[in-house]
């Protein structure tokens, strides 16, 4: 059984950075893309980025472009969000999704439970 599981959230005031991290474990696989999404509080679920398994990055909302940098490492199977200059509205829990479909598919396979960041103003 394949999981994602997502660390490095937390709490952290405006300004401040954060590196999440996604780890495969079970029956891993060379995920053509890991993605990421984030979910406010009463929000529908918004597309951060995606990560192809040479290194192609495709950004979501504006809002993060510039912030934020996916990387991935395809020995380890992991993904990691790097995440700069921190705003209150980037609150939200953070989900990584993979698999091995191509980047623009909308449907992912793979889920993580989520790790939460808080950003305090």
């Known amino acids: 059984q394949v999981q994602l599981v997502e660390s490095g959230g937390g709490l952290v005031q405006a300004g401040g950075s954060l590196r999440l991290s996604c780890a495969s474990s079970g029956r891993t696989f060379n995920w053509n893309r890991m993605g990421w999404f984030r979910q406010a509080l009463g929000k529908e679920r918004e597309f951060v980025g995606v990560?192809?398994?040479?290194?192609?990055?495709?950004y979501g909302a504006d809002s993060v472009k510039g912030r934020f940098t996916i990387s991935r490492d395809n020995a380890k199977n992991m993904a990691f969000l790097q995440m700069n200059s921190l705003k209150p509205e980037d609150t939200a829990i953070y989900y990584c999704?993979?698999?091995?479909?191509?980047?623009?598919?909308?449907?992912?396979?793979?889920w993580g439970q989520g790790t939460q960041v808080t950003v305090s103003s």
């Open positions: 990560i192809s398994r040479s290194g192609v990055a495709i």
């Open positions: 999704a993979a698999d091995a479909r191509s980047l623009g598919t909308a449907r992912y396979d793979y």
